[in-house]
């Protein structure tokens, strides 16, 4: 089983944030599979199916996103998944918008959902899939995060969240190494 996990906030004023990445490409994700996040569980919204033959979870914590490794660790733990079996998809300061880059450990790098996961794990040894969201000079990070794509920057994004669709449905059926040799540098 695979846990697949879009770090967002909940909540109409979060929507199509920079921070609420990950959401964004769970929600597409399913769309494009047919399938409805409907289901419910401790501070959480999921739905479970099957791609290439694996039982699949797509989660998005209802959780403030600093608070996401509560809501990941319960899944671990109530669907008995190997954190080898986990990925995380966040929003990156450090990479260009239109850019993403796929982990197999490492550093929350400043960001404070995977500081939350990485205390709940007790590890940072978990897969990412980092999604840039570029920086600005001008606002301060947090407001950064917290504010909404302009047109034209929704429209790159748009185009790579289907990209990152497909490295999805291949980070269930590959080994991490061969997805990071085949997608990472083609970003």
Same mark, same amino acid.
Request: glycine share 8%; with cysteine; hydrophobic share 35%.
């Given at each position: ?55 699949? !979870?797509? *989660? ?6 600093? *608070? ?5 660790? %319960? ?26 880059? *796929? ?21 940072? /040894? ?12 001008? !606002?301060?990070?947090? %407001? ?8 034209? /920057? ?12 497909? !490295?999805?449905? %291949? ?17």
């Amino acid at each position: 089983m695979k846990l697949i996990v879009g770090l967002g906030n909940p909540g109409r004023e979060y929507r199509n944030t920079r921070h609420n990445t990950g959401f964004m490409v769970i929600d597409y994700l399913a769309e494009s599979l047919g399938i409805k996040i409907i289901k419910k569980r401790k501070g959480s919204l999921y739905v479970e199916t099957n791609l290439n033959g694996e039982k699949v !979870i797509l *989660l998005k914590p209802q959780h403030y996103i600093n *608070l996401s490794g509560e809501v990941i660790a %319960d899944f671990i733990n109530y669907f008995k998944i190997d954190i080898k079996d986990i990925l995380i998809i966040n929003d990156d300061l450090d990479l260009k918008l239109g850019r993403y880059k *796929l982990k197999s450990q490492g550093s929350s790098a400043g960001h404070n959902g995977l500081k939350n996961i990485e205390q709940c794990l007790g590890t940072n /040894e978990y897969k990412r899939l980092k999604v840039g969201v570029s920086s600005s000079n001008t !606002i301060d990070a947090k %407001d950064y995060v917290l504010g909404r794509f302009s047109k034209e /920057e929704k429209e790159i994004m748009e185009k790579l969240i289907v990209k990152l669709k497909d !490295i999805i449905i %291949d980070f269930v059926k590959m080994d991490f190494l061969s997805l990071m040799n085949k997608y990472n540098g083609n970003s």
